[in-house]
């Protein structure tokens, strides 16, 4: 389900030159950020950078290394 909300004109050009950038749609990107700093939140321990590599890791396709029969 999706809504819609206000957002400030500075965060969405924002986000728009980094969505540019990064191949994502304004929304998309907003949807990326959120989900950092949502992470961020949950494991303050946690580097950015660590972030971004589990992120990463989890659109990767499993090249079958370790399948179970």
Do not use: T
Not at 25 to 50: C, F, H, T
């Amino acid at each position: 389900m999706s809504i819609n909300v206000k957002l400030s004109e500075n965060l969405i050009h924002q986000a728009r030159c980094y969505a540019k950038i990064q191949h994502r749609s304004v929304p998309k990107q907003i949807e990326y950020w959120s989900r950092i700093g949502k992470i961020a939140e949950e494991n303050p321990d946690l580097p950015y950078a660590m972030i971004r590599d589990i992120l990463i890791a989890d659109h990767e396709e499993a090249v079958g290394e370790y399948e179970f029969n």
